[in-house]
C-alpha cells in the first residue's frame, strides 16, 4: 500500500465522509512498475491493468490476481483483501469493537456499533483518461 494520505484543497484524497458515521478510505496499491494502463474500451469509462510486455506471470509477486490472459483481476483482489482484514479482525485487540460487515462484496468495518468504515483497494491512474469516459 502506498502509505500516505495527500491533502488536495482542503480534503485528504482518498478519505470521504459520507455522513457523520459513515466514511470510505480508498487505500492505494503499489503497481510497482509490473503493469501497464490499458484502454481497451470493453468497460465504458474504465481502463484496465495488464502485466507489461516481457514479464512472466510466474515472476511477479501479483501471480495469485493475475488472470491466463495477463491482466489484474479486481475480483480476486477484492475477495483476498475481504479475506485478510476479516483476519485482521479476527485477532485484533480490538475485536470486540471492531466488526466486519457481512453480507457485501464491499469491505465495510462497523466500529464500536456506531460507526461504518468501507476500505476499497485502488491503483492511482494518473495520466490515464479512457476513451470511452
Do not use: H
Amino acid at each position: 500500500f502506498i502509505s500516505s494520505l495527500t491533502e488536495c484543497n482542503g480534503r485528504f484524497e482518498g478519505l470521504d465522509v459520507i455522513s457523520p458515521c459513515e466514511f470510505e478510505v480508498v487505500l492505494y496499491l503499489n503497481q510497482m512498475g509490473v503493469f501497464n494502463f490499458v484502454d481497451d474500451g470493453s468497460l465504458p469509462g474504465c481502463a484496465v491493468l495488464k502485466l507489461s510486455d516481457g514479464r512472466k506471470r510466474s515472476m511477479s509477486l501479483w501471480v495469485e490476481f493475475i488472470t491466463a490472459s495477463g491482466y489484474l483481476s479486481a475480483r480476486k483482489i477484492r475477495s483476498r483483501f475481504q479475506t485478510l482484514v476479516a483476519q485482521a479482525c479476527d485477532k485484533c485487540a480490538y475485536r470486540d469493537s471492531v466488526k466486519m460487515i457481512a453480507d457485501t462484496t464491499e469491505v465495510k468495518l462497523r466500529i464500536r456499533e456506531r460507526f461504518v468504515v468501507q476500505i476499497t483497494p485502488s491503483f492511482k491512474c494518473s495520466g490515464v483518461w479512457p476513451r470511452s469516459a
